[in-house]
């Protein structure tokens, strides 16, 4: 049910990829399965390097990820390379992961087919643009917000402060242990 939108995405990126096709040719017939629990994928290559529904239960490789990996996308694809669990063809695995990590949308060509250069170059730019500011917008209330609570209502510890505060403690802690000795061997002189 979801297996066909997605090969549709990703032939259509691979129609402007003629390298990636190139890498996943030599493996026309082999089948692999994507596994985002609950969601499974099982794909297909064909011998032009597109994907396609692969028609085995046995697939030649497995690619599976934890659904808690996901927040790691943030980072990038490659942020999440470490909690991907492989099994089968190690060959086909390699080109899997170095044809998905690698494959990329080129919005300002696709819109550039519909509009025309120059008007695709400057609605990219001008989204870009909106995005920048969006984000810089974003980390401005953010800061503001961490300025408000840790200086003007100290809900929030500054990292120097609480360092300081732990040396200051771990001072005190020392100096305590010193006169406590101090205090038994006056004790035992006593006596």
């Known amino acids: 049910?979801?297996?066909?939108?997605?090969?549709?995405?990703?032939?259509?990126?691979l129609q402007d990829a003629p390298w990636a096709r190139e890498r996943l040719m030599?493996?026309?017939?082999?089948?692999?399965?994507?596994?985002?629990k609950?969601?499974?994928?099982?794909?297909?290559?064909?011998?032009?390097?597109?994907?396609?529904e692969s028609a085995t239960d046995d697939p030649d490789v497995s690619l599976e990820l934890p659904?808690?990996?996901?927040?790691k996308l943030v980072g990038g694809a490659d942020a999440l390379m470490s909690d991907i669990r492989i099994s089968?063809?190690?060959?086909?695995?390699?080109?899997?992961?170095?044809?998905?990590r690698k494959l990329r949308w080129d919005g300002e060509e696709a819109l550039s087919r519909l509009t025309g250069d120059i008007v695709a170059h400057r609605a990219v730019a001008t989204a870009r643009n909106v995005i920048g500011w969006q984000r810089q917008t974003a980390r401005n209330v953010i800061d503001n917000l961490a300025e408000y609570f840790?200086?003007?209502?100290?809900?929030?510890?500054?990292?120097?402060?609480?360092?300081?505060l732990g040396g200051e403690a771990a001072a005190l802690r020392d100096d305590i242990a010193r006169l406590d000795k101090r205090l038994k061997k006056l004790e035992s002189a006593k006596r």
């Open 88 to 100: 089968g063809n190690a060959d086909l695995a390699d080109a899997l992961g170095f044809v998905l």
């Open 1 to 13: 049910m979801l297996s066909s939108p997605v090969i549709n995405g990703l032939n259509h990126l």
């Open 150 to 164: 840790s200086e003007e209502q100290p809900v929030l510890v500054k990292k120097t402060l609480l360092e300081d």
């Open 38 to 52: 609950p969601v499974e994928i099982s794909l297909g290559i064909d011998a032009a390097g597109y994907f396609t």
């Open 26 to 36: 030599p493996f026309a017939g082999r089948s692999a399965c994507v596994v985002l």
């Open 67 to 71: 659904i808690g990996s996901l927040p």
